[in-house]
């Protein structure tokens, strides 16, 4: 079976294929939008697999939440492969794929920076299936009843508690195969893709703002 | 400045290079051999990244211990770009880099699978400066001694104590260019490039016992 797997909720964009010769990873992270990059990655990684996009059996995507541009890309640019070959597409909690990088017996709680003065954050304690937006007092509330935990995300730092290591803050490739192969049961058509954008893109809270003002 | 760092001392090939642009990652494990596989993905990597060989100002090499037949691969292809270009290299030990992919206040204990009965082990406690070959008798009885570790690496299936996730048994990307990029200073001339094989190779021992029974 040939996967692929990808992630853009995040600064880093994360790619995985597996091959029936092995597993390929791809990443990259820095000044370039999301947009740029991801169309030659994605290419490059096919190339360098030796595989075409109509080889591909099942993708995994992050669905968030996240960054929404870098979400929108990702996820659009999976759309135009899933319907043209029609490959069904795993739905991938970004949250909870950064979570899986620490391996530890305290609760881990992953954070990520949203619009000013709020978080998308979700505790991974078995009591809090789904991500949530949050403001950074509401939330801080919520960590103070917590004993001890371990923050992730790029929102950890707004926190108090102990932080793991940056590098562990974004999605790993190995998790993204991982979990799309183990969830390949759950996997949907593409006309069935929704993304975990929890909140309201600031472009549409601008928008019902004007309407209720009448505009 | 263009950093490129590179390890093969495991079963991944693991590459990371540093632009303006920011930080691509690419990686390959599966049935491929190293040698085969290693030159494309670095192709790949310098052409993903818009990147010439001779563009790259240093370089930082996983150098062992591991896989003999991988750590010569890597090791004469960078000799190749560097001697060609001068580039010079930053020797890292590839124990060492496997240590920096869990976060944890315990002692980490990097053991990787060595010819039969052996392994090549460091116990990152502060102590041990250097990766060391070890029976397997011997290194169960120095983790008997040691009160609670965390175990990094394939070897780490031949022993009690809590084992790290298999994702975290092979250097990080992230960690290479950190490393490189943290050691600048120690950088030397591909003339000095020394891998770090701990032991001799089987071919090595076999030669030696020829020699001691006359052969």
Redesign the interface.
């Known amino acids: 079976m040939h996967v692929l797997a990808l992630d853009t909720s995040t600064p880093k964009i994360v790619l995985a294929l597996r ?14 939008k999301h947009a740029v990059r991801l169309a ?2 994605l290419q ?1 990684l096919t ?2 697999a030796d595989i075409e996009f109509e080889d591909i059996d099942m993708i995994g995507l992050g669905v968030g939440p996240g960054n929404l541009t870098g979400l929108r890309i990702g996820i659009s640019t999976i759309l135009g492969i899933s319907s043209t070959f029609e490959i069904p597409v795993v739905q991938l909690n970004s949250l909870e794929l950064i979570s899986k990088n ?2 530890t017996n305290l609760p881990k709680v992953v954070v990520r920076k949203a619009r000013k003065g709020f978080v998308y954050a979700q505790i991974f304690d078995g009591n809090h299936p789904k991500p949530r937006v949050y403001s950074i007092e509401e939330f801080s509330d919520i960590l103070s009843k917590i004993e001890e935990y371990v923050l992730l995300g790029d929102g950890s730092v707004l926190f108090d508690g102990e932080k ?2 940056e ?2 803050w974004y999605p ?4 993204l195969l ?1 979990e799309t192969i183990s969830r390949v049961k759950e996997a949907v058509r593409f006309t069935e893709i929704k993304p975990l954008y929890v909140q309201k893109s600031i472009a549409e809270l601008n928008l019902g703002g004007r309407k209720r003002n009448g505009v």
Chains 1, 2 share one sequence.
């Open positions: 091959t029936d010769s092995g597993d390929f990873h791809m990443s990259y992270m820095g000044t370039e030659p990655l490059n190339k360098t620490v391996s793991a290591p590098w562990s790993l490739a190995e998790t991982h």
